[in-house]
């Protein structure tokens, strides 16, 4: 078997904070922006990823130039959304970016801060914007907000943080402003529902779903003349009730999450959780630990409509699972090992209660999900991980299992578009039946954090895209073979249904003060073994090769022969392969060099990047003319001399790109000598290029995106 790499998904966010505007009176926003990123971006060309400054300085410009300081958030975050996937955004790289060609998705979340407008309830206006055509763009609006710290005499003294998220309808506030809601009537009558509460001893679920079913069939008071009828604005409506440890002598902090979907003026289709978590518990497990569990139940539909005691308490539970972990008969067992036992315990035996009932999870749940956070410092490893398993019923005896693993290196420090300071997250979803006959399918995190932190230590390009670096890793972690102490390889392609990494680059990496984010999910398949071809054709038309996705064109990079034939072709071996032979034919192509390749290129006017990969490339470049990038950055020189034939100074140039060299630091950062026949050129004191049998002079040299020596 073999590994095919599915469905590359990734995305980039960044997060500009603490962001004053004076709208709606002055205000305090965070602004979360996350692009989704079509499928195949990058492929030909790296550059199509967008540099976040420029996007981040076309918000800043909308907003303080925005003309209605009293439109609601929902219409400012609805035009930014609009203006950003309609509007060419102008860069100082001599391009403008159109997001909509490059983007699935735009999502923008507006986070009032606490105190803005005078107001104390932190509330937030979050829009997807999907671009249908150029001038047309799908949208999905969201507006939550947050009663925090809010005393309630239920079920004894508690202390409760209320979220409530509205989900709008589509095409809400198109012909009238103000369908949209102001929030403020709808907390206060979340407000008198909970003060006139009459029974405070019932379950926070059958609250809550009062909650819901009230906000959604009742009309709520407003100040301005009108009643607000959320069912008729709404497709959903979410309350999550979070009861704050120590409410009610008990400190297990734990929460109620309910959604309700309108279906009449009367009726309601509800969706019904409830969670608690066990935090700083310590345990004897893999040595000492200490963890964190959260117990998520996602309760069947119409559960307590007939008896409403069919909701369990979560105590018992708990203690359940407290005795489970100080009994469990094996330390040595992975983390993912516990948590299937656990699962499978919690929904396959009953759990005694001192209420004279058993409860059976099975009959009331659609599913369970366990979190193991173990904190970092456990067992002596320093790296935070965790395990996730998800069990769904379906026999009285047997449970259907989701499992995942995940580990954070945090506060990496990696010499990367500069000095940064980055925090990676990993996780790994494994393949259904996982150890159910060898335990130790399940991987060790370690090595497998070792082979990360090694990747990013040999990284050949500091300049790349977050994008790009990230997309690499993955493909290299799901395709080559991860050493361990324990005489095995792993294979993660073999274990792994997908895999996500997610880099957040923290504020003041590479002197920008805005922290970003680049995730990349990977999904794999297992395919067939089929013989690796030696020699790969191209066709008479326009043709791409790119080593790092070979699944269409067969051409891994694996010592092989390439023709690509005629039309305007692009090859690039700079990510993945060495020593193939690649013939380009006539027509004007592009090559991204790559390792120790022999490269021929035709007649026409072709252009070689021989400054990506580690050089020892053997190069003819052919008649026409020709364009030949030595370097594309100051800090990524090839390590090892790229050699070349055939260059004629009458047709040929040779380029530097994106660096500090000039005509005016020659001689001092970079030069050329002629050696006997040859030419030796030279930046930043290492040799990079030499050029067979010819004579140049200073006009054979363009220079590029030439940066200030600062």
């Not at 300081?69 to 955004?89: A, S």
């Not at 995940?406 to 990367?416: A, C, P, Q, R």
Request: no cysteine; hydrophobic share 35%; glycine share 6%.
């Amino acid at each position: 078997m073999s590994t095919k790499i599915n469905s590359l998904k990734e995305n980039f966010s960044f997060e500009l904070l603490d962001y004053e505007i004076e709208h709606q009176g002055q205000a305090v926003i965070d602004i979360a922006v996350d692009m989704d990123y079509k499928e195949g971006i990058g492929q030909e060309n790296p550059f199509e990823y967008p540099d976040f400054i420029p996007i981040a300085e076309f918000i800043d410009n909308f907003l303080v130039t925005y003309p209605n300081e009293t439109d609601f958030w929902e219409i400012l975050n609805k035009n930014l959304i609009r203006t950003l996937l309609t509007q060419p955004i102008p860069t100082p790289y001599g391009v403008e970016y159109n997001l909509d060609e490059i983007l699935d998705s735009l999502t923008v979340d507006i986070q009032v801060q606490s105190g803005s407008s005078d107001f104390s309830i932190p509330r937030a206006s979050q829009v997807v914007g999907i671009p249908e055509t150029e001038v047309e763009v799908n949208l999905g609006e969201n507006f939550s907000f947050e009663l925090l710290d809010y005393e309630i005499e239920h079920q004894g003294q508690a202390v409760i943080d209320i979220a409530v998220d509205m989900d709008y309808k589509e095409g809400i506030g198109q012909e009238n402003p103000f369908e949209y809601p102001d929030f403020v009537p709808i907390a206060e009558f979340i407000d008198n529902f909970l003060v006139t509460y009459p029974n405070e001893t019932d379950f926070w679920e059958i609250l809550n779903k009062n909650l819901i079913r009230t906000l959604l069939t009742q009309p709520i008071p407003t100040p301005y003349g009108v009643e607000y009828n959320l069912d008729e604005i709404l497709d959903s409506l979410t309350v999550d009730i979070q009861v704050q440890s120590g409410s009610s002598d008990f400190s297990i902090p734990r929460a109620s999450q309910v959604v309700g979907i309108p279906e009449t003026e009367v009726e309601v289709n509800l969706g019904e959780n409830f969670s608690f978590e066990l935090l700083d518990y310590e345990i004897e497990h893999q040595g000492q630990a200490v963890i964190d569990i959260a117990v998520d139940m996602d309760y069947k539909e119409g559960i307590g409509q007939e008896n409403p005691f069919e909701y369990p308490d979560f105590v018992p539970i708990a203690e359940f699972i407290d005795n489970f972990l100080v009994t469990y008969p094996n330390e040595t067992d992975f983390w993912e090992i516990l948590n299937k036992n656990l699962i499978r315990t919690l929904l396959t035996q009953p759990i005694p209660t001192p209420y004279g009932v058993e409860y059976n999870l099975d009959e009331i749940l659609d599913s369970l999900t366990v979190d193991i956070q173990v904190q970092s410092g456990s067992s002596d490893f320093s790296i935070p991980r965790a395990s996730q398993v998800v069990g769904i019923p379906e026999t009285e005896v047997e449970v259907n299992l989701g499992e995942n693993f995940s580990f954070e290196l945090l506060d990496y420090e990696i010499e990367h578009q500069g000095q940064a300071v980055i925090d990676i997250a990993v996780d790994m979803d494994y393949k259904e039946g996982i150890g159910q006959e060898n335990p130790f399918e399940y991987p060790d995190f370690i090595p497998i954090a070792q082979f990360i932190d090694n990747f990013l230590v040999t990284y050949p390009n500091e300049t790349d895209f977050w994008e790009i670096l990230n997309k690499n890793l993955i493909r290299t972690l799901l395709t080559q073979p991860i050493p361990t102490p324990y005489g095995v390889e792993y294979n993660l392609d073999e274990i792994l249904d997908s895999l996500t990494v997610d880099i957040q680059v923290q504020s003041g990496s590479s002197d920008f003060s805005i922290p970003r984010a680049s995730q990349v999910v990977q999904t794999v398949d297992q395919i067939e073994d089929t013989e690796l071809l030696q020699v790969v054709f191209g066709t008479a038309g326009d043709d791409i090769f790119d080593s790092a996705f070979p699944e269409d064109t067969q051409f891994e990079g694996a010592k092989q022969i390439l023709f690509t034939g005629n039309g305007n072709d692009k090859v690039d071996v700079s990510q993945i392969g060495i020593n193939n032979w690649i013939d380009t034919g006539s027509g004007n192509d592009i090559v991204f060099t790559g390792t120790s390749n022999r490269i021929i290129l035709g007649n026409d006017n072709d252009i070689i990047f021989a400054g990506t990969g580690q050089g020892g490339n053997y190069i003819s470049l052919g008649e026409g003319k020709d364009q030949l990038w030595v370097s594309t950055n100051n800090n990524d020189l090839p390590e090892n001399l790229n050699q070349i034939n055939d260059f004629n100074p009458e047709d040929d140039v040779i380029g530097f790109a994106n660096t500090i060299l000039s005509l005016d630091n020659k001689g001092e950062l970079w030069d050329y000598q002629q050696l006997g026949n040859d030419i030796i050129i030279s930046a930043f004191g290492q040799e990079i290029a030499q050029l067979f049998n010819t004579t140049i002079t200073e006009s054979n040299f363009v220079f590029f995106g030439h940066q200030q020596n600062l």
